[in-house]
């Protein structure tokens, strides 16, 4: 079953803006996790947050999960076109090492 | 870097072949995955194994079998492969421990079924 759902489901902007993605669940989390998918290609990991933490920073990214709303959002700052891929959160359950994805975010940054 | 290497980039069958998916990984780690993705759909899990010999059916384990006979290898069977098996088929593996599991990934495999 799905766990996450992103939103939305297409993003298109401007390099140099941002680009915010959104990310809901519905069961108690250990971690959540963003991964990007260039075209054709296999999943990369981004970024992981902790079910305590509650903002992340790597590099042009930043990540934020409210427990609470059972929500994260993925930012990525000046974004450039090599930015154009899609995005997954995924979550990993209370009760194991499985992580369960959502259906992405299309991000199409126009440079 | 972890490398998991997934043995065909493309494949074309026929309805009715056994298909075989390949997929190494060289970090030693102890789970192992196959996901299908589909427009729409996101990721789903077929099977995954945290062992050697072990496996556990993931979402959507109908029409697959796995094979996990040494660590770093985890194979992906399809017995009688059907069109509605066409799609991108991605291989994962991870440490196993609590709290942290990053998953890595394959580059996947295009399978067509006609």
């Known amino acids: 079953s799905q766990q996450g759902e992103e939103d939305p489901q297409a993003l298109s902007i401007q390099e140099g803006e941002n680009a915010t993605m959104n990310c809901s669940y519905k069961?108690?989390?250990?971690?959540l996790q963003w991964y990007r998918q260039n075209s054709g290609r296999g999943l990369v990991h981004l970024i992981l947050?902790?079910?305590?933490?509650r903002e992340k920073h790597s590099g042009r990214l930043r990540v934020t999960l409210d427990t609470s709303k059972k929500s994260s959002s993925l930012l990525i700052t000046a974004s450039r076109a090599a930015d154009t891929a899609s995005y997954f959160c995924?979550?990993?359950?209370?009760?194991?090492?499985?992580?369960?994805f959502g259906e992405g975010t299309q991000l199409t940054v126009n440079p | 870097d972890v490398k998991v290497t997934q043995s065909s980039r493309y494949l074309v069958k026929r309805t009715g072949e056994k298909v075989f998916l390949e997929c190494v990984q060289d970090?030693?780690?102890?789970?192992m995955f196959w996901y299908r993705q589909d427009p729409g759909l996101g990721l789903r899990l077929i099977y995954f194994?945290?062992?050697?010999?072990?496996?556990e059916k993931g979402d959507i384990p109908e029409g697959y079998s796995v094979s996990r006979e040494k660590k770093e290898r985890f194979s992906l069977i399809l017995e009688s492969a059907s069109t509605n098996q066409t799609s991108m088929y991605l291989c994962?593996?991870?440490?196993?421990?609590?709290?942290?599991?990053?998953?890595?990934f394959g580059e996947g495999s295009w399978l067509t079924v006609v």
């Open positions: 994962a593996s991870s440490f196993e421990g609590t709290g942290a599991n990053t998953i890595y």
């Open positions: 069961t108690s989390i250990n971690n």
């Open positions: 947050i902790r079910s305590n933490e």
């Open positions: 995924a979550t990993e359950g209370t009760s194991g090492s499985r992580l369960t």
């Open positions: 970090m030693d780690h102890e789970n």
């Open positions: 194994s945290y062992d050697v010999k072990m496996k």
